[in-house]
């Protein structure tokens, strides 16, 4: 006969373990695979890869901009893995769904598990189930086991929870808990998860970014998407009315904002003032105020008026544009000082009448008759400089964007949930003892926060048994 030292362990090779899994049908065999945590750690491997490629990988811009970084071939082997738009390659979004799968068949997987549990409540206390039990006092007490039951389940109500009475052969239960939803915190979470990326699969299959520059006076409708491979034409146009900056003392730009309408069917259907943070949302696609720039060149505005004072008219010149005065010459705009030997701003022009040398002349804003003192048929005042600048528009389009919210919503709370709820149990056994008293057993657990819930044991204890006149202490065995 073999004694204990002499039995050896065998171990199951790993070959009859893969045979044993090979024996199994193929719908068993996915199933497993699916709710691997080996596939989630993967697949978020892959992610954390991938996510480190699109941000040392500008994404989405021109091909010209490729070329300057890489050579022709490396370009080529990119752009056929879709590295440019990876976020909305076909393989970016497959590791999105293989993930959002993975935790939903994990969910499916163990949440019957975890109702039945919930379900099937141990409403007594055995000696077996006290022995895996990290917390539990006894004592004993003098009287009926019925009048200390109902005194317990008093104290028991008012210091934690309303319990449970469950009578067995000669002794009386009393089972109490609290935070029982707390078992479902993991699953809120999964659910979030999932829902988070069913929204951004959503979004990168159904929406689109893009941006569009709109002069002042001008309309768009037409929108070039990942680096201008792919374009939209959307079923209305969206005008510029006017844009304007505000700037700090120092000239810097302090904010900006557009008067834009949109346009559909020929009328305008909406008209909104935008500012950064501050879009204008039409069938769901919404106009972000971004930048702006410069649309051309400069606009010079000048009065004409005759000898006489009467105005004769007004010139809108740019740079080296000339513009003809009617039976006096032509005037071009050739320099600009924003503050001319301390007069203010400035324009420099040349008029070339007809037989006469061309004459440079400066005008003073200030100054709006500084320029009669050439005592000639017409003198110029100069007015102002309009810069002709577009609003830079980002122009989006989210449809998944509430799936995304709904899901972060439920995330949140799952993660609370998970972290600051815990499910707390009470139980309390009254049995005779062979001494003619009461013997009563208390015990308790917490899934998570154990130390914490050490404490609160404590505390409920000592208020459920404020009168100790008639009570022996026993210490655990």
Not at 128 to 154: C, F, H, M, P, V
Not at 328 to 336: P, R
Request: some cysteine; proline content about 5%.
């Amino acid at each position: 006969m073999e004694t204990a030292s002499e039995v050896r362990t065998e171990r199951v090779p790993a070959s009859a373990t893969l045979e044993r899994e090979q024996t199994k049908p193929v719908a068993t065999r996915i199933w497993n695979l699916l709710i691997s945590i080996k596939l989630a750690i993967w697949i978020i491997i892959l992610l954390a890869v991938t996510s480190i490629l699109g941000t040392v990988i500008e994404q989405n811009q021109p091909m010209e901009k490729y070329l300057q970084a890489y050579g022709e071939g490396t370009i080529r082997l990119m752009d056929a893995l879709q590295l440019f738009d990876m976020y909305h390659s076909w393989w970016f979004l497959l590791l999105l769904s293989l993930f959002a799968l993975n935790l939903a068949c994990c969910t499916i997987d163990r949440f019957p598990r975890t109702i039945r549990s919930v379900r099937t409540r141990r409403l007594t206390l055995d000696d077996a189930t006290e022995r895996t039990l990290a917390l539990a006092e006894r004592w004993k007490n003098k009287g009926d086991i019925l009048q200390w039951a109902e005194t317990y389940r008093s104290a028991l109500s008012g210091a934690f929870a309303t319990p449970r009475t469950t009578r067995t052969e000669g002794a009386v239960h009393l089972y109490a808990e609290k935070g029982v939803y707390s078992r479902f915190g993991a699953y809120l979470t999964h659910a979030g998860i999932v829902i988070v990326f069913v929204g951004a699969i959503v979004g990168n299959i159904f929406g689109f970014k893009s941006y569009v520059g709109i002069p002042e006076g001008e309309e768009a409708s037409h929108l070039d998407i990942r680096g201008g491979k792919r374009h939209i034409d959307l079923p209305f146009s969206v005008r510029n009315n006017r844009f304007w900056m505000e700037t700090y003392p120092n000239g810097q730009p302090r904010e900006y904002s557009s008067d834009l309408s949109v346009i559909e069917n020929g009328r305008e259907v909406l008209r909104k003032t935008i500012e950064v943070n501050d879009p204008l949302v039409y069938k769901g696609i919404w106009f972000y105020q971004s930048s702006y720039g410069q649309a051309g060149p400069p606009t010079a505005q000048l009065l004409v008026r005759k000898a006489s004072g009467e105005v004769a008219g007004t010139l809108s010149l740019t740079p080296n544009e000339k513009q003809e005065i009617p039976g006096y010459g032509k005037v071009s705009a050739v320099n600009f000082e924003p503050n001319y030997q301390g007069f203010g701003p400035a324009l420099e022009v040349i008029v070339e009448k007809p037989g006469k040398a061309p004459q440079q002349v400066w005008l003073l804003r200030k100054f709006p008759a500084f320029d009669r003192q050439r005592g000639d048929a017409f003198y110029l005042g100069f007015l102002d400089i309009k810069e002709n600048l577009y609003t830079g528009l980002q122009v989006a389009k989210d449809p998944g964007v509430n799936v995304v919210w709904l899901g972060c919503l439920l995330l949140t709370a799952g993660m609370m949930i998970s972290f600051f709820a815990s499910h707390r149990r009470i139980w309390i056994r009254l049995s005779p003892s062979p001494e003619g008293k009461v013997a009563v057993t208390a015990a308790g657990s917490a899934n998570r926060n154990r130390p914490a819930f050490e404490k609160t044991f404590a505390a409920i204890i000592a208020e459920i048994r404020k009168d100790p006149s008639n009570t022996d202490k026993e210490n655990r065995a």
